[in-house]
């Protein structure tokens, strides 16, 4: 499997973006970048994935470089209840469906 | 709409025996995924459904851990003889499209099993 690299925390102030980044130099043409989160006792949260234009939804936005290398996960406002871990997962191709989740980015919003 | 429920939530047993938890996917989804997380630890994957069969089975931990899915729903993960280290929260997803890879996993909360 392709290996992404993250930071291991981050912290970020309430009502403040937060910009999260992933490394995927190994990245092949039919991965996907996928984000998922998990707050405190609870299973893991899908928040955004993309192949190689950046993508919007309700939750986030995903900013994937140019050459697919890395990418962004962008909070456009932080709060509380955003602070999880965030996990940087590359998926693709069949045969290959499965997550396999590193140790993401524990996230800490600062009130 | 009702997401991926789990149950039992919480199952405390003895060593040696035997438990079964269970996994109602989302209705009409046909990839089902069983994973586990040891306290403060990453997601381990177990096993993969499509249906009701099993393409990749590659993270079952040893022979006393087996899964099934009948009827394209419902599935049971088995751990049998029951050790100290099975100890974990054992996560159960679902997804939507045989395009596993384009489509995201829903996440129930988990079965959290204390072997005493």
């Known amino acids: 499997d392709a290996k992404t690299t993250q930071p291991n925390s981050m912290e970020s102030n309430e009502e403040e973006p937060v910009h999260l980044p992933c490394n995927h130099s190994?990245?092949?043409?039919?991965?996907?970048i996928h984000w998922y989160r998990q707050l405190p006792s609870q299973g893991p949260e899908y928040v955004i994935h993309?192949?190689?234009s950046n993508v919007n939804n309700r939750m986030a936005s995903l900013a994937i470089a140019e050459d697919r290398k890395s990418s962004t996960l962008i909070l456009h406002r932080a709060t509380l209840r955003d602070a999880a871990v965030y996990y940087c997962?590359?998926?693709?191709?069949?045969?290959?469906?499965?997550?396999?989740f590193g140790t993401g980015t524990r996230l800490t919003i600062i009130p | 709409g009702a997401g991926v429920s789990q149950s039992p939530s919480n199952k405390v047993t003895e060593k040696g025996k035997d438990v079964e938890l269970r996994c109602d996917p989302i209705?009409?989804?046909?990839?089902l995924y069983w994973y586990r997380q040891s306290l403060g630890q990453g997601l381990e994957f177990l096993i993969y459904?499509?249906?009701?069969?099993?393409?990749?089975k590659s993270g079952l931990p040893s022979d006393r851990f087996s899964a099934e899915r009948t009827g394209g729903s419902v599935s049971t993960l088995t751990i049998q003889r029951t050790q100290q280290e099975d100890s974990a929260v054992y996560l159960c997803?679902?997804?939507?499209?045989?395009?596993?890879?384009?489509?995201?996993?829903?996440f129930g909360n988990g079965t959290r099993l204390t072997v005493t």
């Open positions: 997803a679902s997804s939507s499209s045989r395009d596993a890879y384009n489509s995201p996993l829903h």
């Open positions: 209705s009409g989804h046909t990839a």
């Open positions: 993309g192949l190689t």
């Open positions: 459904f499509q249906g009701n069969s099993a393409p990749d």
């Open positions: 997962i590359l998926r693709g191709g069949f045969g290959n469906e499965k997550l396999t």
């Open positions: 190994t990245i092949s043409g039919t991965d996907y």
